[in-house]
């Protein structure tokens, strides 16, 4: 029995999806603690792509149940969406449950992330334009509408009245934005409940529940450490905790019940929207990256930015999420390279740093330190053994892992489920008693 939690090690986008597919098969339970419609999740299964925004990828597997906890924001048009797309794939949805106070994202939120950003300028945060800030700010305010309240009709009503009247002089006076008219939006929201009420429980005690019957559960992190609120690159993140910490809060499960956190990290870096990326590419290699990794988001179809492994953050994103083991993806997108670079460490006007430093506008003065590796200039797509990987790719896996202080559990090669190296399984292995890929115990 494992209560596991799966995070981004990154500023998202590390692969996560594939990842929690391949762990969801030991799973009983799978959580998504945080964020919202502005993951994106695509996973391939028999030559069938699914992008999964909302519903956990363990949907996929007819026994696990499934749950949006409460620190996620929903998006119900959207959720209904996802739903329609699984059930006309004769994929099952009797399995999802969703948190009765995970807040709800409405149109004046989406109207107001895509106004403020305009607003902002050269300032702006590169958001999705999915409304994510503006809801989390509105729970934070407490002027939020959660699924609870959706199920209550004539209480929605009253609360929506007030609230629309209220977002309707943001959306004017500091926007110049048309007024929403609060009984479309209501019979709208209304319409949602509807189709979602089945599915709305107090999920913290089906959770629960599922520890006193030693389930296995699995808890998905959207987006990565870079991006969380407080640990991130601020103001250059989301809204939420994608962090470990984060799984506990967004599900409403204790610490004490969680087993092990398993990080998931591109074997190079990606990152969409605006911030400082210290190992950013911009010539021909960051091209290549971007063309043989697909980078292109998967919620917006922004093209990624691409640069090299970034060690530093790597080894931040060991500390502050306690992390067990790390599952590296998209190795097979180096291997036409003729030499690689890993940043090692900073340098910040002269003086050399090991650590990340929590200033962004420190961080924007960063310059890597790169140590160079050869490549490998092979295929290893195929490979399904650390034995099988060409000499420099293992050198490069292992010296990745010695950087992090971090054993290695899964290699990925490719986006289907039998391009995977798995070097210890991550949940069942001892913990913290994994290999690094050279066979030395850490
Ligand atoms: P928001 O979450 O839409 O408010 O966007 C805030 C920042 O997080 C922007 O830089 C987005 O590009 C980034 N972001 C949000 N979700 C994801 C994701 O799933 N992958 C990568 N970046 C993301």
């Known amino acids: 029995m494992a209560n596991v939690i799966v995070i981004g090690a990154q500023w998202g986008d590390e692969g996560k999806g594939k990842i929690t597919d391949l762990l969801s098969r030991s799973a009983d339970v799978v959580v998504r603690y945080q964020g919202g419609v502005n993951a994106g999740h695509t996973i391939v299964v028999q030559g069938q792509t699914f992008k999964l925004h909302l519903i956990p990828s363990g949907i996929l597997y007819p ?3 499934c749950i949006i906890g409460c620190g996620t924001v929903i998006d119900p048009q959207v959720l209904i969406k996802e739903l329609d797309q699984l059930e006309k794939l004769n994929i099952s949805t009797a399995n999802l449950l969703i948190s009765q106070t995970a807040h709800v994202t409405m149109p004046y939120h989406r109207m107001i992330d895509k106004a403020s950003e305009e607003v902002r300028g050269n300032h702006k945060i590169g958001t999705t334009g999915r409304g994510i800030g503006p809801t989390y700010a509105d729970k934070s305010e407490r002027t939020g509408i959660r699924m609870l309240d959706l199920m209550d009709a004539d209480g929605l009503r009253e609360q929506l009245e007030w609230t629309i009247n209220y977002k309707n002089t943001i959306l004017e006076k500091l926007y110049n934005l048309p007024p929403l008219d609060p009984q479309v939006v209501i019979e709208e929201y209304l319409g949602y409940a509807e189709r979602l009420r089945p599915f709305v429980v107090d999920t913290s005690l089906q959770i ?3 520890v006193l019957r030693r389930r296995n559960i699995l808890f998905e992190g959207a987006q990565g450490t870079l991006l969380d ?9 989301t809204s939420s905790n994608p962090v470990a910490g984060g799984a506990c809060v967004g599900s409403g499960l ?6 092990r956190v398993i990080g998931v990290s591109k074997a190079y870096t990606t990152r969409v929207g605006e911030g400082p990326f210290p190992t950013e590419l911009h010539g021909e290699i960051g091209d290549l990256l971007g063309d043989r990794g697909a980078e292109f988001g998967t919620t917006t179809g922004r093209k990624r930015r691409c640069g ?13 999420n306690g992390m067990d083991c790390i599952a590296i993806t998209k190795l097979d997108v180096l291997d036409e390279l003729e030499e690689i670079n890993v940043c090692v460490a900073y340098e910040i006007d002269g003086e050399r740093c090991e650590h990340f430093p929590t200033s962004a506008r420190m961080f924007a ?3 890597p330190i790169y140590k160079t590796l050869p490549g490998w200039q092979m295929s290893t797509s195929h490979c399904r053994t650390l034995e099988e990987l060409p000499p420099q790719a293992l050198d490069y896996l292992r010296f990745l892992a010695e950087l992090m202080d971090v054993p290695i559990a899964i290699v990925s090669l490719g986006a289907s489920r039998d391009q995977t190296i798995i070097v210890e399984d991550p949940i069942h292995g001892p913990k913290r008693a994994l290999l690094h890929p050279n066979g030395t115990p850490v």
């Open 63 to 65: 026994k696990t149940e």
């Open 208 to 210: 629960y529940d599922a």
């Open 229 to 237: 609120l407080d640990h991130g690159t601020y103001p250059y993140v």
């Open 254 to 259: 204790g610490p004490t019940m969680i087993d």
């Open 308 to 320: 090299w492994f970034d060690a530093v953050i790597g080894r931040y994103a060991v500390r502050i």
């Open 365 to 367: 003065r960063c310059r």
